[in-house]
C-alpha cells in the first residue's frame, strides 16, 4: 500500500465480504509501474445505509488484492505438485476428464459444493444456477446446511416460500430479543445492518431493551441489559417455555392483522403447553422465572422483536439431533404471539429492490414448501430447497459404491475447514478422480483440486448484494463498478462460471459466452413480456434486449432485475448514485408475501408439530445427560476474521491466537486445566488439542472453540495463515448428528471430553 499523496482518484463500493454490505471509501493511488493500487480505504460515510461504518476487514480489500498468494492463473495439478498454466490448458484439461466422466458414470458422479461467498457475489450469484443447471446433476451441497437452511425451512413451511425471512426491525424496535447471535463480531446475519452494534445501542438510548440468549458472555451480552446464559441446544425450550407463559398467563395476541391470515395458532398453543418455564428450566440452565419475565416484557413492551441466529440454527442438543428448523419456527411463534410480527418495531418482511420470489403484487396461493424430491445414496437424507446436506458429501463420495460420487467441483467454499467431520471429508476428496474449484487461494479444500481457476479479486468486479439486500432492515439499493481493472487475459468471475457451465452441457471449451449470456436474458425477458405485473408487459421481445444492451454479463440481468422489481429503478439511476438510492423503512407486507397453499400463515405444519415430538424426547435424554455431567462445545465469531478465510492477510490476524479452548473456571479446576495449558478434546468423530483460556465468558458446562481456523496443511499455499496457531474446530463436528427437517449439521453443542493433553 502507497502512502496518501499518491491519491489520483476516488471509488466508492459496497464491501462484499460479510452481510453488513457497508459503503467503502476507496482511495486509489499510482505505484511506480503506472499500476493503479489502492492507497486507503474508509468508510463511506454518504452511504445511505452504512453511514460511514466500517469494520478491521472492510479496510483489507486493498491486502486482500495485493496479497501475493492470491492466485492470479489457474493451477492444475501435475504429479500431486499445482502449477500455473495458462487458462487455455485449464479448460481442455477439465473438459478432457470431466467430459468422461460423465460419458462413463452419468451426470449423478459429479458433486458440486457452493461456499458462503458465493452469496457475496453478484457472478456467483447469476452464473452458480446456469452452473447447476449445466452440470445436470441432483448431488448438489452448499455451506446453507452448515448455516441458515434451517430459518429458510421453517419460513417455507410457514409462509410459503424459503425466501420469505422476517428480519428484526431494528431501527423502531424497543425490544430486542437476540438468540445465539452476536452481531458485534459478526456485524449480522439474515440481517442486514451495516453498524449492527451501533442500531443495537440505539435501541438502548430510546429506553428499549437488549435481551441475549447465549451460553457465552459475548460482546452483545456484554452489551444487552438482559443475559440469560442458556445451555447450547435448548433454545426450542426455552421459546416454547415463552410461549406456554403467554398462553397461560393470557397474554396471546397476535393482532388483527395477522390473525385474519393465521390458522393453527391454537392447536400451536395446545401443544406447547406441556413445555412450562418451571419443567425445562432445569435442562435449560435458566431460573423459570427469568423466561417468564421475557415472555411477558416482549408480551407489553410496545414493540419488540425476537431475532434467532447461528446459535439458534446450527446448535443441538449434543448426539441427539439439530434443532434448527423448530427454533427458527418457535422465533416465530413468539413473534406472533406477542403481536410483533409484520408491524413496525417487530419482525418484518423486506421488499427487495431487485425484485425475489414474494415481491409481486398480490397474495398468490402457492404450491407450498416441500422437501425429499430425491435422497442421498449412503443414509436416504432428503433433499431440502435443492440441495442434500453438506455432511453428507464424504460418504456420498467413499461410501455410495458403484454410484458414488467421482469429480467434484467447488465454488468459493472451504468445506474441509467449515462442514463437519473435516478429516472424514478430507480423505474422500483425495480420493476422487476430478476436482475442479473455482477460488483465489491454495488452501486447505483446493489443495486436492487437480485444476483451479482464481476468480480477479473483490476490487476487479462489479458488485450489487443480491442476495443480502432480500434480509435488509430498510430497503435500499447499492451498485458497485469494478475498483480495479482485470489482469490481461484474467475472465471475469461470470466468464469462469459461464465457461464451466458450457464445457459440463458439453458445448465445449470454445462456446460463445455472449450468446449463451443472451439466450438466459431471453428467457428472463419472455417471461417478462407475458407477465402483467412486469413493466415489459405487451412489449416485443427483441426490443427490450435492445434497451438493455448488447454487453453480456451480470450487470446487465441486474439492470433487468432492478427494472421489473418494485421500485422500477434501473443500474443506469443506481451508476447516478454511488453513495446508494435508500427506499425506506420495512412495510407490512401481510399478506402479500404468502405463498402457502391456503394462503395463510400454516403456523401448525404438520412436519413441525410432529418434530416436537423429537424435542420431547431429546429434552428427556439431555436432562439424563446433564446429571452425568457431560461438556458441551460451541463455537464463536471474531470480528477480524470471516469463517475459514482472510487469515492469510497480516493485518488481520497478528496478535494474540485468537484459536483458544474458553473453560468456565469451575471446570477447569475440576478438569485439572490451566490457563495457557494444553486441553485435549474429543468427540464421537475426532480429538484435538487447543491451547486452554480459563474464562467465565462460557458458562460451567460449554466449552468454546472457534471454526475456521487450522492452516498450513501440506500442499497449501498460504504463507501468512500458516504461520498462525490454530486448529480445526470441525475435526469434532459429527457428520451424522444433524436437524432433520433441514439436513443442517450440528455445529453448537457438540457432545465432548475434555482432558489435559498429553
Ligand atoms: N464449527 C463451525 N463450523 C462452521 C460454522 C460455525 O459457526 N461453526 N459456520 C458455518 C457457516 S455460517 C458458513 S457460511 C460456512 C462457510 O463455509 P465455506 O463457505 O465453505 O467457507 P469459507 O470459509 O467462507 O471459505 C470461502 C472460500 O471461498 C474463497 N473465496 C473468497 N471469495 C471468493 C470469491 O469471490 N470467489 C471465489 N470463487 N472464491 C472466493 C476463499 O478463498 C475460501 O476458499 O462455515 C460453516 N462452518
Ligand atoms: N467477523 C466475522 N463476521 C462474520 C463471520 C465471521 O466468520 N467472522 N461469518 C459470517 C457468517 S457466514 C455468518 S452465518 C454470520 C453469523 O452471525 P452470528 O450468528 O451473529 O454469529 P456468531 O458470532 O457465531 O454468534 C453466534 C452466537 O451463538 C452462540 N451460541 C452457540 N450455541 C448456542 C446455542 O445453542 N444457543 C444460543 N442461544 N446461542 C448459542 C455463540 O456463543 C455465539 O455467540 O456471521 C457472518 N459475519
Ligand atoms: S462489517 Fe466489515 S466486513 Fe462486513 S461489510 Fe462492513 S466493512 Fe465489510
Ligand atoms: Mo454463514
Not at 451495516?194 to 457465552?216: A, K
Not at 413492551?301 to 439439530?322: P, Q
Not at 466468464?495 to 436474458?521: K, P, Q
Not at 455445529?747 to 498429553?758: F, K, Q, S
Request: charged fraction near 25%; include cysteine; aromatic fraction near 4%.
Amino acid at each position: 500500500m502507497g502512502t496518501s499523496d499518491d491519491i489520483h482518484r476516488i471509488a466508492f463500493r459496497t464491501c462484499p465480504l460479510c452481510e453488513a454490505g457497508c459503503g467503502l471509501e476507496i482511495a486509489v493511488g499510482r505505484g511506480v509501474d503506472g499500476t493503479e493500487r489502492v492507497v486507503r480505504i474508509r468508510g463511506d460515510r454518504d452511504d445511505v445505509f452504512s453511514h460511514g461504518y466500517l469494520c478491521p476487514k472492510g479496510t483489507t480489500l486493498g491486502h486482500l488484492h495485493d496479497d501475493p498468494d492470491r492466485l492470479r492463473r489457474p493451477m492444475v495439478k501435475r504429479d500431486g505438485v499445482h502449477v500455473e498454466v495458462d487458462w487455455d490448458e485449464a479448460w481442455h484439461e477439465i473438459e478432457e476428464r470431466l467430459t468422461a466422466i460423465v460419458r462413463d458414470h452419468g451426470r449423478e458422479a459429479v458433486g458440486v459444493y457452493l461456499g458462503n461467498p458465493s452469496a457475496h457475489n453478484l457472478s456467483a450469484m447469476m452464473y452458480n444456477r446456469t452452473l447447476l443447471g449445466a452440470l445436470g446433476t441432483r448431488r448438489r451441497f452448499s455451506a446453507s446446511t452448515v448455516d441458515q437452511a434451517p430459518r429458510q425451512v421453517a419460513s417455507g413451511f410457514v409462509f410459503g416460500t424459503p425466501v420469505s425471512v422476517p428480519v428484526p426491525d431494528l431501527d423502531h424496535t424497543d425490544f430486542l430479543v437476540l438468540v445465539g447471535a452476536n452481531p458485534y463480531a459478526s456485524n449480522g446475519s439474515l440481517c442486514t445492518a451495516p453498524d449492527f452494534p451501533g442500531r443495537i445501542e440505539r435501541i438502548q438510548e430510546r429506553c428499549g431493551t437488549v435481551v441475549v440468549l447465549d451460553p457465552r458472555r459475548s460482546r452483545t451480552a456484554e452489551q444487552a441489559d438482559r443475559w440469560l446464559a442458556v445451555r447450547p441446544g435448548t433454545d426450542a425450550l426455552v421459546l416454547a417455555a415463552m410461549v406456554a407463559t403467554l398462553a397461560e398467563e393470557g397474554l396471546v395476541a397476535p393482532g388483527d392483522h395477522v390473525a385474519e391470515v393465521l390458522t393453527g395458532l391454537d392447536e400451536v398453543l395446545a401443544a406447547l403447553t406441556p413445555f412450562t418455564p418451571e419443567r425445562v428450566a432445569r435442562v435449560v440452565g435458566v431460573d423459570a422465572e427469568e423466561i417468564r419475565c421475557l415472555a411477558r416484557d416482549l408480551a407489553r413492551a410496545s414493540s419488540g422483536s425476537v431475532y434467532g441466529r447461528i446459535g439458534t440454527t446450527t446448535s443441538g442438543l449434543g448426539g441427539l439431533g439439530g434443532f434448527g428448523t423448530l427454533t427458527s419456527w418457535l422465533v416465530d411463534v413468539v413473534n406472533i404471539a406477542t403481536g410483533n410480527l409484520d408491524r413496525r418495531g417487530g419482525a418484518m418482511f423486506p421488499l427487495p429492490v431487485a425484485g425475489g420470489a414474494s415481491t409481486r403484487g398480490s397474495r398468490e396461493r402457492g404450491k407450498g414448501f416441500a422437501t425429499g424430491r430425491g435422497h442421498t445414496v449412503v443414509r436416504r437424507r432428503p433433499e431440502v430447497m435443492g440441495e442434500y446436506p453438506a455432511a453428507a458429501m464424504a460418504e456420498e463420495i467413499t461410501e455410495a459404491g458403484e454410484e458414488r460420487i467421482r469429480a467434484f467441483v467447488t465454488v468459493a467454499g472451504n468445506p474441509v475447514l467449515s462442514t463437519p467431520h473435516s478429516r472424514q471429508l478430507d480423505d474422500a476428496l483425495g480420493s476422487l478422480d476430478l476436482m475442479v474449484s473455482v477460488d483465489m487461494y491454495l488452501n486447505e479444500t483446493t489443495r486436492h483440486a487437480d485444476v483451479i481457476l482464481p476468480p480477479p479479486s473483490q476490487l476487479q468486479r462489479s458488485h450489487y448484494d443480491l442476495l443480502l439486500l432480500q434480509f435488509a432492515v430498510r430497503n435500499t439499493a447499492n451498485y458497485s463498478e469494478p475498483v480495479l481493472g482485470l489482469d490481461e487475459g484474467q475472465p471475469d468471475e461470470w466468464e469462469i462460471l459461464a465457461r464451466l457451465a458450457a464445457i459440463a452441457a458439453g458445448l465445449g471449451v470454445d462456446a460463445d459466452l455472449a450468446a449463451l449470456d443472451d439466450s438466459t436474458l431471453r428467457t428472463m425477458v419472455e417471461r417478462s413480456v407475458v407477465d402483467e405485473t412486469s413493466p415489459f408487459h405487451g412489449r416485443e421481445v427483441e426490443a427490450v434486449m435492445d434497451e438493455l444492451g448488447t454487453e453480456p454479463g451480470p450487470d446487465r440481468m441486474l439492470d433487468f432485475m432492478l427494472r421489473t422489481g418494485p421500485y422500477r429503478t434501473s443500474l443506469a439511476a443506481l451508476r447516478e448514485n454511488p453513495h446508494g438510492l435508500d427506499f425506506g423503512a420495512l412495510e407490512p407486507r401481510l399478506p402479500e408475501i404468502l405463498r402457502t397453499p391456503s394462503g395463510m400463515i400454516e403456523l401448525a405444519h404438520p412436519a413441525l408439530m410432529a418434530d416436537l415430538g423429537r424435542l420431547t424426547a431429546a429434552w428427556a435424554a439431555a436432562d439424563e445427560q446433564l446429571a452425568g455431567g457431560q461438556m458441551t462445545l460451541v463455537g464463536r465469531r471474531h470480528l477480524r476474521s470471516n469463517n475459514s478465510w482472510m487469515h492469510n492477510i497480516n493485518v488481520l490476524v497478528k496478535g494474540r491466537p485468537r484459536c483458544t479452548l474458553q473453560v468456565h473456571p469451575d471446570d477447569a479446576a475440576r478438569l485439572g486445566l490451566t490457563d495457557g495449558s494444553d486441553a485435549e478434546v474429543a468427540s464421537r468423530v475426532g480429538r484435538l488439542v487447543a491451547p486452554v483460556e480459563v474464562t467465565d465468558a462460557v458458562r460451567p458446562g460449554v466449552v468454546s472453540l472457534p471454526h475456521g481456523w487450522g492452516h498450513g496443511v501440506a500442499g497449501t499455499r498460504m504463507g501468512v495463515a500458516a504461520g498462525v496457531a490454530g486448529v480445526n474446530s470441525n475435526l469434532l463436528s459429527d457428520h451424522d448428528d444433524l436437524d432433520p427437517l433441514s439436513g443442517t449439521s450440528v455445529l453448537n453443542g457438540i457432545m465432548v471430553t475434555v482432558a489435559p493433553a498429553g
